[in-house]
């Protein structure tokens, strides 16, 4: 199976920093890779699908972008609704998604 | 407006059974491959099953295979998980997600609230 791997598992932002977030895949998937964001008690929403297209309503400060096996979560400015955790999700398999383990953003 | 709602979900002994119900409005069920995802107590996200449109493919993660079957109801637009076997680890919100494709590509989208299965003596 393709295995997903999150960096950094945890980190400490303030309002308005740049926050970059990595997921790296165990082989090529391509830019078969989504992002979600996940608030405590929530269901996880769907922000980046393909790598880098944006799911309608997700505001312009979110981007994704891929290296190779590499693929980047970016929050431009972060605003305080920002603080979340954030999952990647590999498409490119045919017979079983696989999801990271997660980067929780949290307040400095 | 799209929507999943899942029920069923409870206290259970481990090595009873479970099954999970998910409601579907607001699109056409019968169109779309639906997928089950997991979640342990402060834990990240495991899917679990998919399911074809018409039922004729089914995957599963390999923590599950033989013990959970997933099944649809397209008339009742209804999606179902039946859990046998249950262990501890299995104890999670069990949520229901559509899996959407386009130009090849799939994500989850829309998610249900979720269900908590709980396994414990």
């Known amino acids: 199976d393709i295995q997903m791997t999150q960096s950094p598992s945890s980190l400490f932002a303030s309002v308005g920093d740049r926050v970059t977030i990595t997921c790296r895949a165990s082989q090529s998937i391509s830019d078969y890779l989504n992002w979600y964001q996940q608030k405590p008690g929530k269901a996880p929403k769907l922000l980046i699908y393909a790598a880098s297209s944006f799911q309608s309503g997700v505001p312009s400060r979110f981007s994704g972008s891929r290296s190779g096996t590499d693929f980047t979560l970016t929050i431009s400015s972060l605003q305080p609704e920002d603080f979340a955790t954030y999952y990647c999700?590999?498409?490119?398999?045919?017979?079983?998604?696989?999801f990271g383990q997660g980067t929780k953003v949290e307040i400095k | 407006e799209l929507q999943l709602v899942e029920s069923g979900g409870g206290l259970v002994q481990p090595g009873g059974s479970l099954r999970l119900s998910c409601a579907a409005s607001?699109?056409?069920?019968?169109?779309?491959?639906m997928s089950w995802v997991r979640q342990a107590p402060g834990k990240g996200l495991e899917w679990v099953a998919k399911l074809k449109q018409d039922g004729s493919e089914k995957y599963y993660v390999d923590s599950v295979k033989g013990r959970f079957t997933i099944s649809r109801d397209n008339a009742k637009n209804s999606l179902y998980l039946q859990m046998n076997s249950l262990r501890a680890e299995d104890t999670a919100v069990y949520y229901c997600?559509?899996?959407?494709?386009?130009?090849?590509?799939?994500?989850?989208?829309?998610w249900g609230q979720g269900t908590l299965v709980t396994v414990s003596s």
């Open positions: 999700q590999q498409s490119y398999s045919t017979s079983v998604w696989t």
């Open positions: 997600a559509r899996d959407t494709y386009s130009y090849g590509y799939q994500w989850f989208d829309p």
């Open positions: 607001g699109f056409t069920f019968s169109s779309y491959w």
